[in-house]
């Protein structure tokens, strides 16, 4: 009887009570260390055709880099045009002469983000469309 009564105190419908708490904690360890990103996409307003990329670990920081990125490329008017939170890998940025742009995310490889770049471009009403930046999230998981 005493084993009975010991073993219904360990188990709640059928699962280990020993297993839920330690559960919990392999999650909040995964949570924790689970890193995304951000991506931020700047424009400087008198030279279309320079772009700042910033890549982070917060939309904060992604901003801050994204800017002082268009800047270092001799932005002199750079302007915050999108940033995108828990982004994860390859992105491009196409523009054509007439100022048309395409931008994309989280492709799996360069390739496919200057395809799609492009893509995006001549859909935006682009004719020759050229991708000017491609970019890596460093902190894909």
């Avoid at 268009?70 to 915050?80: F, M, P």
Wanted: positive net charge; hydrophobic residues 40%; glycine residues 10%.
């Amino acid at each position: 009887m005493f084993a009975s009564m010991r073993n219904a105190s360990r188990k709640f419908d059928g699962v280990s009570l020993f297993a839920v708490p330690v559960a919990a904690l392999v999650c909040v360890a995964i949570a924790a260390t689970q890193v995304w990103a951000a991506n931020s996409i700047w424009q400087d307003s008198n030279d279309a055709s320079i772009w700042g990329v910033g890549v982070g670990t917060t939309g904060d920081a992604a901003r801050a880099a994204g800017e002082l990125d268009c800047k270092s490329r001799g932005g002199t008017d750079c302007n915050h045009r999108i940033t995108r939170v828990d982004t994860l890998g390859w992105g491009a940025i196409a523009q054509d002469n007439s100022g048309h742009s395409g931008i994309t995310w989280e492709k799996a490889s360069r390739k496919k983000a200057k395809k799609q770049a492009k893509k995006t471009c001549k859909n935006a009403g682009g004719t020759n469309c050229k991708v000017v930046r491609t970019f890596y999230d460093p902190y894909s998981v």
